[in-house]
């Protein structure tokens, strides 16, 4: 399937995704994660429009490969193909004891979830 890239009007900035499914339409991030689905394209490209850069801030978690565990995090820097994510406490805050950058490439639901 095609993703439709949305575009902030007044100055071209991506804000996300929209891609028709088999069952309707889903509203995506910037990397993909699909974080709202309608039967209508119109109302997911709105959902984009208004939500598409607010959904990145806030806790998610991410899957660590090494340790096999799930951790909290906060995203820090956010491409198509990439993800840039500090590991945190489960309340969002930096821990020193916990404190790590990871980088995910090409983030599925698998490795990259909204908390």
């Known amino acids: 399937m095609v993703k439709i890239p949305i575009l902030r009007q007044d100055d071209g900035e991506l804000l996300g995704y929209v891609e028709?499914?088999?069952?309707?339409?889903?509203?995506?991030?910037?990397?993909g994660y699909v974080f709202a689905r309608s039967d209508s394209q119109k109302a997911v490209?709105?959902?984009?429009?208004?939500?598409?850069?607010t959904i990145l801030q806030g806790l998610w978690h991410y899957y660590d490969r090494q340790d096999k565990a799930w951790y909290p995090c906060v995203l820090k820097e956010v491409f198509p193909n990439k993800v840039i994510v500090?590991?945190?406490?489960?309340?969002?805050?930096?821990?020193?004891?916990?404190?790590?950058?990871?980088?995910?490439?090409?983030?599925?639901?698998?490795?990259?979830?909204?908390?």
């Open 45 to 53: 490209e709105e959902t984009v429009r208004s939500q598409g850069l």
């Open 20 to 31: 028709k499914e088999t069952s309707g339409w889903s509203a995506q991030t910037i990397f």
């Open 86 to 115: 500090t590991r945190t406490n489960a309340l969002g805050y930096e821990d020193p004891a916990d404190y790590k950058f990871i980088t995910i490439e090409n983030p599925q639901e698998t490795d990259l979830v909204k908390s």
